[in-house]
């Protein structure tokens, strides 16, 4: 195993994930009809009938979020082809939660499948444990992949950020300059191998979390979980300061996430446009469900709390259970977060910012 994965396996989400995960899930509601009519619309087929593709879910968590999405790309290639079959490889961490995944599968499939075998569709699925910053499947191998919410991860938790848990702003320009420089790395080594995975002519659909900027002065004004994750910081610090987190394991930790601007993207696929011809590319703000359903109800403060707090527990305990691995000390941990969204909700996060990257393999 390579230095990548073993310490890329600190992420992961655990069971239950996409029960909170519903901005992620806006996020990729918010795409699919263009990635349908762009990428999976024009997919060129070798034959006319009995044809076999290969569809790829990158970082599938539970699976729940990417089944409406398999679903649509499936009945959309099926109005090309007769007889089509669809293996479905769901990739993700080695440390991910694949029993959650394993039975959510088998549920889904289950109601889908007679949907889909009425239209002649043959659907089954893989799990695979990899990760993109290794070889996952093989070289030429996938017709379509998509990867929803997951190309932001970091490979290793470097520990180069004073905050920790900030992703880009509020750091030193030393800082700011290494945690560029491994997020460039990262893309590089990531869409490296997502192209070797497709055979040429596959298509390849992201949606990742992002951040925009402010042409004139160039500030930073939004990425996902901004406010969140300055909360976070300054609590986990609280903690260092009582001496409940050892000064070594907060030195050794960081969130491992990079909210890229547009622009990163873009200057990776210039420079390496013999690999990919990007179809589109584009960013776009979306709500914070959460706090629209807060603002827009009864304003029942303790439903928000306690539901936005799911909605970031469901990503994010894996990686404080580094930090704190008694669930004792890390329910105090979320307890003071939930206080901060009692106390002042309209301070968190109004919106997200997500990056829609589409582009086939040259
Ligand atoms: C926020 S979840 C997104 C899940 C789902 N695709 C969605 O959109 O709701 C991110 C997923 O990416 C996975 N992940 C993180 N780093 C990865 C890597 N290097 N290779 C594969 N999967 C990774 C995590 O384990 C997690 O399951």
Redesign the pocket.
Known sequence: MSE??SK??I???REG??DY?VS??N??ANGLETAVSQLVDTFQFKQTSDAYINLV??????????FPVIKRFATTLNKKISSLSIQVSH???P??DFNDLSRNIFQHEQSYRQTLSKENINLHSVIVP?????C?LPENSADILF?????H???KPAAILSKHVHPLCAVGNEEKTAWEELSATDLNT?LKHIHSSLKPGGKFWA?VPGHSRDDSTGEIKNYWYREVLDVMSQQLLQLVDKGIVSQESWNNFVL?VHQRHMSHWQKWFSENDSMFQVDFLYAEEQDNPYLQKFTNSHQDVNLFADEYLSSIR??SE?IIMQLLPDIEQRNLFFEGLRNQFVQTPDRFDKDTYSIYIGATRL
């Not at 879910?57 to 990417?66: E, I, K, R, T, Y």
């Not at 990899?130 to 290794?134: A, K, M, N």
């Open positions: 990548h994965t890329a396996s992420s992961g989400m994930y996409s995960a992620q899930h996020a990729i879910d990158l970082g599938a968590a539970d699976g729940v979020n990417s990739v993700d961490l440390s991910a990899g990760s993109f910053y290794d996952f990867s929803t919410t997951s190309l991860y970091a490979s990531a949606v491992p469901a990503w894996q």
